[in-house]
């Protein structure tokens, strides 16, 4: 039993943190991150990941906390995509392209900022994030941060499901795709932002994009996939700060394994292993 | 300054060349993706030793292989994601494990204006010079099926091998810039030039040469920003990348308007 729970697991108030911050953060990410592979927007989630570099670094050059950072740019990018783009696919990707060209930008200059005035191994930090430095104080504000975007898809559950997977005939139906999809724009900067915090910016799309292709591998019903997606990013994140934990006596170091690197690895084994050679699977995805 | 002004011009070219093809097919993500995975190659090759550009091109080219092989069978974009994140986790993992400091991560990501050498010119030039080689080859093929893809199908000409040839393009372009403008910034010059010379000309040799004259003036005017306030060259191309494609887009609403 040691073997796999390392002495003081439980009893560790830095892993009941990170473990409660990122269940609900991995819940969130899931559940918008279904309409975002379904929508094929995993590009608009991955820059508004990215954007969060530059609100956490831009965060510590004016001395407030990241997680307002994270969310202020992640919500001006989805903005300025919103504003830049077409709903047409490629145009819409390029305009998601240069809005993250120019976000990054910032952050090259904020790091530098933060460098030079001091605050080194910031970039790090910002980028690549620790669940561990996860404040428990937060953790209140996460939870409430995280019930605006559950909230606004759960509202919008079916028109966005409709324009999701037909715009056309959602439009013939009289639903206001282009709102639908800002506000669902909004919710997936919100969901984007937290992922950002707990796991690092450049590393939010695993566990926003991971789980939800994951499950739409597995299941087509839009509540199980759901279900599934938010399973599989918990135990995803759990497995991740499980292994971080125990990785204190691993190799080369012997001073741990990156938690960020550890919750990746686990969301794309998971979804490896649904690539593995069923001889059954086409027929029975098929419909009959 | 020299050297930098020379592996700048030959990168800003193939990024105008290589970028035109990645607006052209869609693929802004792939183009976003690779080199930003790409980057926890630099960092592994610093641990074992060897040559930061042969750890970019290997995983660049892995990473190409990867979404290639990958998404025959899945979601493009999703596989497209996932690929990076993990690449970018190994990034984690890898700086986590060396005593590198802070500023050469920096440079590593957001590039460095004055961090290419005399002798990083010639494994540049070898690597810009290959993909100008294999753009040309692919020019008509790539061509065809970016803008007709079901057309050029039925003709014979097979999707998946087109598209994996593209993006190993792609990784090797990915691997000769990051030095140079560094792993985040180096799709913006890529797709910024492109997307600006598309709005405005149809003409695909045109708009080619257009994307490669706006991404050299982009790099240029970074370079001597750069040099002059200190600040990092990233932060330049990624601003002017997008100054350059609003201001395509506000000319094309002009033209079509008059």
């Given at each position: 039993m040691h073997a796999i729970f390392e002495p003081g697991f439980f009893?560790?108030?830095?892993?009941?943190?990170?473990?409660?911050?990122?269940?609900?953060?991995?819940?969130?990410?899931?559940?918008?991150?279904?309409?975002?592979?379904?929508?094929?927007?995993?590009?608009?989630?991955?820059?508004l990941g990215d954007l969060g570099a530059t609100g956490g670094s831009g965060a510590f050059l004016v001395g407030?906390?990241?997680?307002?950072?994270?969310?202020?740019?992640?919500?001006?990018?989805?903005?300025?995509?919103?504003?830049l783009g077409s709903r047409h696919r490629p145009a819409r990707d390029l305009a998601t392209g240069i809005v993250l060209g120019a976000g990054l930008g910032l952050a090259a200059?904020?790091?530098?900022?933060?460098?030079?005035?001091?605050?080194?191994?910031?970039?790090?930090?910002?980028?690549?994030?620790?669940?561990?430095?996860?404040?428990?104080?937060?953790?209140t504000t996460i939870a409430a941060l995280a019930v605006v975007p559950l909230v606004a898809v759960i509202v919008c559950h079916r028109m966005l499901l409709?324009?999701?997977?037909?715009?056309e005939l959602a439009a013939a139906r009289g639903v206001p795709v282009r709102v639908v999809g800002a506000v669902y724009l909004g919710?997936?900067?919100?969901?984007?932002?937290?992922?950002?915090?707990?796991?690092?910016?450049?590393?939010?799309?695993?566990?926003?994009?991971?789980?939800p292709a994951t499950a739409l591998r597995i299941t087509k019903r839009p509540g199980a996939t759901i279900a599934a997606a938010a399973g599989l990013g918990v135990f995803a994140t759990l497995l991740g700060i499980l292994l971080s934990y125990d990785s204190y006596d691993w190799p080369p170091l012997h001073n741990g394994w990156p938690v960020s690197f550890l919750i990746v690895a686990v969301v794309f084994a998971l979804y490896l292993l649904t690539h593995l050679p069923v001889p059954r699977r086409s027929r029975s995805c098929s419909p009959s | 300054m020299i050297d930098t002004w020379v592996a700048a011009t030959m990168v800003a070219v193939v990024a105008g060349v290589v970028g035109f093809f990645a607006v052209l097919r869609g693929s802004a993500f792939a183009a976003h993706a690779i080199p930003?995975?790409?980057?926890?190659?630099?960092?592994?090759?610093?641990?074992?030793?060897?040559?930061a550009i042969l750890g970019l091109a290997v995983f660049a080219v892995g990473g190409a292989v990867g979404i290639g092989a990958l998404g025959r069978r899945g979601r493009h974009d999703a596989v497209t994601a996932l690929t990076l994140v993990l690449m970018l986790g190994l990034g984690a993992l890898f700086l986590s494990w060396t005593?590198?400091?802070?500023?050469?991560?920096?440079?590593?990501?957001?590039?460095?204006?004055?961090?290419v050498s005399r002798a990083d010119l010639l494994p540049i030039a070898g690597l810009g010079a290959a993909c100008l080689v294999a753009v040309a080859i692919l020019y008509r093929p790539l061509l065809f099926s970016s803008t007709l893809p079901e057309v050029s199908e039925s003709r014979g000409l097979p999707p998946f091998a087109l598209e994996l040839c593209f993006l190993v393009v792609v990784g090797l372009a990915t691997s000769?810039?990051?030095?140079?403008?560094?792993?985040?910034?180096?799709?913006?010059?890529?797709?910024?030039?492109?997307?600006a010379a598309r709005s405005l000309v149809s003409n695909p040799l045109r708009a080619l040469a257009l994307s490669v004259a706006v991404a050299l003036a982009v790099v240029w005017t970074a370079i001597v920003a750069s040099y002059e306030t200190n600040w990092p060259i990233g932060f330049f191309v990624g601003v002017l990348g997008l100054a350059a494609f609003v201001t395509a887009q506000a000319l094309r609403r002009i033209l079509l308007w008059r």
């Open positions: 009893g560790n108030g830095t892993v009941q943190t990170a473990a409660i911050a990122g269940s609900v953060v991995a819940v969130v990410a899931a559940w918008i991150g279904v309409f975002a592979v379904v929508r094929r927007e995993a590009f608009a989630g991955e820059a407030v906390n990241p997680l307002w950072g994270f969310v202020a740019v992640a919500l001006a990018g989805a903005g300025g995509i919103e504003l200059l904020f790091l530098y900022l933060d460098t030079s005035s001091g605050t080194s191994g910031v970039s790090v930090t910002v980028l690549f994030g620790s669940l561990f430095a996860v404040d428990r104080s937060l953790t409709l324009t999701s997977l037909s715009p919710a997936l900067a919100l969901a984007v932002a937290l992922a950002a915090l707990t796991i690092g910016a450049v590393l939010a799309t695993a566990l926003l994009i991971g789980p | 930003s995975g790409a980057f926890a190659g630099a960092a592994g090759a610093a641990l074992i030793g060897a040559s005593v590198e400091y802070a500023p050469e991560i920096y440079s590593l990501l957001f590039g460095e204006v004055l961090g000769m810039t990051i030095p140079v403008v560094g792993a985040f910034l180096m799709f913006s010059l890529m797709i910024a030039p492109a997307g």
